[in-house]
């Protein structure tokens, strides 16, 4: 494989090299504008005034946004292109970002979290199908497990560094950083415009008027294309299973270590990079390890059950901080592997054509289950509490490993190709 991506004799003048950095540097530089609010913005909702089930409600809201708005927007980018579509994205991210800088009540952060959600949704996906359709153009062949974790890690060290940057800067003020990611989604959306060049021509043209009609076509032809596939549709509903755990996991640690350590926002950064860490690691054991197709299944559900264990173990251990962080730092490395297979796993499912949509599809599925979770995983936290929530949550992401383990008796199954659709 090695061989294949460092090949600069293509045909089609592109050579892959370049298509991979530049797909690299986009990814790097979209992660960092992200960064900035990770660990902070429970802390920053918290210091509003909202207790848990309100924070995991307005976070519920940007799932549901996204549950409404994925496919339809993964249609837009696969008839209209994906560097229009990222680039819309990032503008709206933008905005969302600076109504919160002034948001101060309860309703105005919903309305906040719905232009976020819509801003991800336009973005979502769109890089991943431009840059995979730009490598299969330029020749690239074999599993692009090695390929999606080394993004997943690079994503891990631009998170890493504008988190930290981010929670220092919350320290001074706590609003502050969402100035620096409205910046960097605007410096984001400039190089997605610039480096998304040479996306794959499209026989459809911006026409306002016949937008409805095109998308509505797209997402109709992706939802029965997803749902006929057994593969996409079992990945897509044990996404949602695990999303249902993990997603109130991301905005409670913060929460749960600020009031264990009580030193100051900063604790959040160097926490979240040490976590962040873990799964480097966990990317790097799939990019060295032995890649064979057939094993995807029983892999995936022996992380997603460790994933789930440590999770639990975690609960387990709520008044005592650093051995909690110790079983969290474990539970990240299976995460960081798990995620890139994943990812791999889902995108050779499908063809070019559809490629935004079907992303979109899957995110919905994860969005769904985000959504109830979070609810129902808040309320659990202010009645019962953080640790008690997260025991639940654990238990919860377990369900996904049989529905993994199922597709060992057809790991190379559920191709959706353009021909067997017709």
């Known amino acids: 494989m090695d061989r294949v991506e460092n090949s600069n004799d293509r045909p089609n003048g592109r050579p892959i090299s370049d298509i991979i950095r530049r797909y690299y540097t986009l990814w790097g530089i979209y992660s960092f504008a992200g960064g900035f609010l990770f660990g902070v913005y429970p802390l920053f909702l918290r210091a509003r005034g909202l207790n848990q089930f309100q924070i995991n409600s307005v976070l519920a809201t940007y799932f549901v946004v996204l549950f409404l708005t994925d496919v339809p927007t993964g249609a837009f980018a696969d008839a209209l ?4 579509s990222c680039v819309l994205g990032a503008m709206l991210r933008v905005s969302a970002f600076m109504l919160y800088f002034f948001a101060r009540h309860y309703f105005v952060f919903l309305i906040a979290e719905s232009i976020d959600g819509i801003g991800t949704t336009f973005g979502n996906g769109a890089i991943d199908a431009w840059g995979v359709d730009a490598l299969d153009d330029a020749g690239y062949d074999g599993m692009k497990d090695r390929l999606f974790s080394r993004i997943s890690q690079l994503n891990a060290v631009g998170f890493m560094g504008s988190a930290m940057i981010g ?5 001074i003020n706590i609003a502050y950083p969402w100035l620096l990611g409205a910046t960097g989604y605007l410096i984001s959306g400039i190089f997605a415009y610039r480096l998304m060049h040479d996306e794959r021509p499209r026989s459809t043209h911006l026409h306002l008027v016949a937008m409805p009609a095109q998308i509505a076509g797209r997402v109709s032809s992706g939802l029965r294309r ?3 596939a057994r593969t996409v549709l079992m990945l ?3 996404g949602a299973v695990a999303f249902a755990a993990w997603g109130p996991y991301w905005v409670e640690w913060p929460i749960l270590f600020d009031t264990s350590f009580n030193v100051g926002i900063w604790i959040i950064g160097w ?3 040490a976590l962040a860490i873990a799964r480097m690691i966990g990317a790097e054991v799939v990019a060295r390890a032995y890649l064979d197709e057939a094993t995807r299944p029983s892999r995936a ?3 997603v059950l460790i994933t789930g264990a440590g999770l639990a173990f975690a609960g387990l251990f709520g008044g005592k901080p650093w051995l909690m962080l110790a079983i969290l730092f474990v539970m990240n490395l299976a995460f960081g592997a798990l995620q890139p297979l994943l990812q791999s796993w889902f995108n050779e499912q499908i063809e070019s054509d559809q490629r935004a949509t079907l992303l979109s599809f899957n995110s919905t599925f994860q969005t769904a289950g985000g959504s109830m979770g979070l609810l129902a995983n808040g309320w ?7 640790p008690i929530a997260w025991q639940a949550a654990g238990l919860l992401s377990m369900l996904a490993a049989p529905i993994y383990w199922a597709l060992r008796s057809r790991a190379d199954e559920g191709v959706i190709a353009a021909s067997g659709a017709e």
């Open 167 to 171: 929670a220092y800067v919350a320290d």
């Open 236 to 238: 897509s509903t044990a």
């Open 301 to 303: 559900a022996i992380l």
């Open 271 to 273: 926490i979240y990079c």
């Open 380 to 386: 659990i936290a202010d009645v019962y509490g953080i």
């Open 226 to 228: 997803g749902f006929s």
């Open 81 to 84: 292109g994906r560097r229009r």
